[in-house]
């Protein structure tokens, strides 16, 4: 045999694993081992929370030790495949130009996960069963309990005798460990990619995101100061490179805390691109609630767009006042807070009369409960207004329990969908995000209007500055709002048109010196 191959995620390594490798080299003399390390790409993820490059030196470390023959190649992640033993072996011949060329008859696969072993004996190969002949403990169970264990991982024996020292000695110089418990006590990273939600179309995204900043920024960048500037949920980091341009921020440091890895992945990349130009610029796939990455009193500015709906929708209320509080707690005094979202009209609790539009699309009986994908959104883009409305009232909010009020009343034989206004309008914003419908069907926009967003501040130790305020957004308006139908309230037993209503807040708000009254 010339090779002896040990596929895995590899977080860590066991006593047993290198003892297990040294046997198994001992009857193969001529043999290295090949260490695939995969998903190497991840990192920040409950999954994979231990980047590839760190990973890959605890290997060589341990294999430098032990005297291992070794070699290890980074596999960077793809979706489950039936044929993935076949793409590994393809992809490190490809990474040596063919001198790691691993076959049935000099290569033996050193394998304790029973699917992964069906595969490799598919194509033929040998396997040893590693930790399966004496039901040892696996690495990732090892990981698993050093999370269980807390703060006081090291000192448990049971643990410290199962790693390798090597590993032990990785997990304590570049705290490993708790890097790796914070992110399991972390609520948003709980997928491979990290996000808040499961269900994001990242395409389209990045497109609606970066296609939109130019204007919002342009809106708020005069009140962002010098210094230490924090862009929270920062996305694909377009924020921070229009800011970066303007020459009265070009001295400051600008950090991007993003917790969805296909994000932070695109502003790492961008970084790397030089697309943010001269700008220091420092990214990190974190959640701000968990992590304490800036100390109280060190920002001049944190900026939040598009992000406290999310909060409020994911995480709950709870979570979107604590969050509100951080940013408070890490401004200097002086500093502001500069938040852009979407958000309720002022009479969002008003009961308004809707006469949505039927004759734009399908009235079917059967709104395809079942869809799903690209269906889904083929099927919603045939349906008139009316009939998605129909759809909307069943799928918003679902799941969370907390979804629209509806009602039908005939005025003067004409039929109306009555509701709150703020419930009329978490429709009319969402009603096109056909690609996106199943995640939009989770976000609330219209828990808070402007008004009640500036009592919130203020509440919470703010003082707000005369360049919040309400923003209408005309395109919005023009193309979403006004073909869907028209809205009314009642009043004396008459109907009365509504002008339209707010869609967006910007809100700039400042912290209190110890000077201000």
């Known amino acids: 045999m010339k090779y002896v191959l040990i596929p895995g995620r590899h977080h860590l390594v066991t006593r047993f694993q290198a003892a297990y490798l040294k046997n198994l080299l001992a009857q193969y003399p001529d043999a290295e081992v090949v260490w695939a390390v995969t998903s190497a790409d991840h990192t920040g993820t409950q999954r994979n929370p231990i980047a590839g490059a760190r990973r890959l030196g605890m290997i060589e470390a341990v294999a430098a030790v032990e005297q291992l023959p070794s070699q290890v190649y980074l596999i960077s992640n793809v979706r489950y495949r039936s044929n993935f033993a076949h793409y590994l072996i393809e992809e490190i011949r490809t990474q040596t130009s063919g001198r790691v060329d691993m076959r049935p008859d000099n290569t033996i696969v050193a394998c304790s996960t029973d699917a992964v072993i069906a595969q490799y004996e598919s194509l033929g190969f040998g396997i040893a069963t590693v930790e399966q002949e004496s039901r040892a403990e696996m690495p990732w169970d090892v990981v698993r309990r050093i999370i269980a264990r807390g703060p006081e991982?090291?000192?448990?024996?049971?643990?410290?005798?199962?790693?390798?020292?090597?590993?032990?000695?990785?997990?304590?110089?570049?705290?490993?460990?708790?890097?790796?418990?914070?992110?399991?006590?972390?609520?948003?990273?709980?997928?491979?990619?990290?996000?808040?939600?499961?269900?994001?179309?990242?395409?389209?995204?990045?497109?609606?995101?970066?296609?939109?900043?130019?204007?919002?920024?342009?809106?708020?960048?005069d009140y962002v100061l010098p210094g230490k500037i924090l862009d929270v949920g920062c996305a694909t980091g377009q924020t921070i490179k229009l800011l970066g341009e303007r020459p009265e921020l070009f001295e400051s440091d600008f950090y991007g805390v993003e917790a969805a890895r296909p994000l932070y992945e695109i502003c790492q990349q961008r970084k790397t691109n030089g697309?943010?130009?001269?700008?220091?610029?420092?990214?990190?796939?974190?959640?701000?609630?968990?992590?304490?990455?800036?100390?109280?009193?060190?920002?001049?500015?944190?900026?939040?767009?598009?992000?406290?709906?999310?909060?409020?929708?994911?995480?709950?209320?709870?979570?979107?006042?604590?969050?509100?509080?951080?940013?408070?707690?890490?401004?200097?005094?002086?500093?502001?807070?500069?938040?852009?979202?979407?958000?309720?009209?002022?009479?969002?609790?008003?009961?308004?009369?809707?006469?949505?539009?039927?004759?734009?699309?399908?009235?079917?009986?059967?709104?395809?409960?079942?869809?799903?994908?690209?269906?889904?959104?083929?099927?919603?883009?045939?349906?008139?207004?009316?009939?998605?409305?129909?759809?909307?009232?069943?799928?918003?909010?679902?799941?969370?329990?907390?979804?629209?009020?509806?009602?039908?009343?005939?005025?003067?034989?004409?039929?109306?969908?009555?509701?709150?206004?703020?419930?009329?309008?978490?429709?009319?914003?969402?009603?096109?995000?056909?690609?996106?419908?199943?995640?939009?069907?989770?976000?609330?926009?219209?828990?808070y209007s402007h008004e009640e967003w500036c009592e919130v501040l203020e509440a919470a130790g703010f003082v707000m500055t005369a360049a919040s305020r309400r923003i209408t957004n005309p395109w919005l308006i023009e193309n979403r709002f006004v073909p869907a139908g028209r809205v009314y309230e009642r009043v004396d037993g008459s109907l009365n048109e509504l002008p339209q209503p707010t869609t967006n807040t910007l809100l700039v708000a400042q912290k209190r010196t110890p000077y201000d009254a």
């Open 153 to 221: 991982w090291s000192a448990d024996p049971t643990i410290t005798e199962a790693m390798h020292p090597v590993c032990k000695t990785l997990y304590e110089r570049y705290a490993v460990a708790e890097l790796v418990q914070t992110i399991y006590a972390d609520p948003l990273i709980g997928s491979d990619d990290g996000d808040i939600t499961l269900s994001r179309d990242y395409t389209s995204y990045r497109a609606a995101f970066e296609d939109n900043a130019w204007r919002k920024v342009n809106d708020f960048a």
């Open 275 to 447: 697309e943010f130009g001269d700008t220091n610029v420092y990214f990190y796939q974190r959640n701000i609630m968990q992590s304490e990455l800036f100390k109280p009193a060190s920002l001049t500015t944190v900026i939040t767009m598009a992000l406290t709906h999310e909060v409020e929708s994911y995480l709950g209320h709870d979570a979107l006042h604590q969050f509100i509080a951080r940013a408070h707690d890490m401004l200097a005094p002086g500093g502001v807070y500069i938040n852009y979202d979407v958000v309720g009209p002022d009479d969002r609790t008003k009961e308004v009369y809707f006469a949505p539009t039927s004759d734009d699309g399908e009235n079917p009986d059967d709104l395809q409960w079942e869809l799903e994908g690209d269906e889904l959104a083929g099927f919603l883009g045939t349906l008139s207004t009316a009939a998605r409305l129909r759809r909307f009232e069943r799928d918003f909010r679902q799941d969370e329990g907390d979804g629209i009020v509806v009602r039908r009343e005939y005025v003067d034989g004409t039929e109306y969908a009555v509701m709150s206004h703020g419930d009329l309008c978490e429709f009319l914003a969402k009603k096109d995000y056909l690609t996106s419908w199943r995640s939009e069907m989770h976000e609330k926009f219209c828990f």
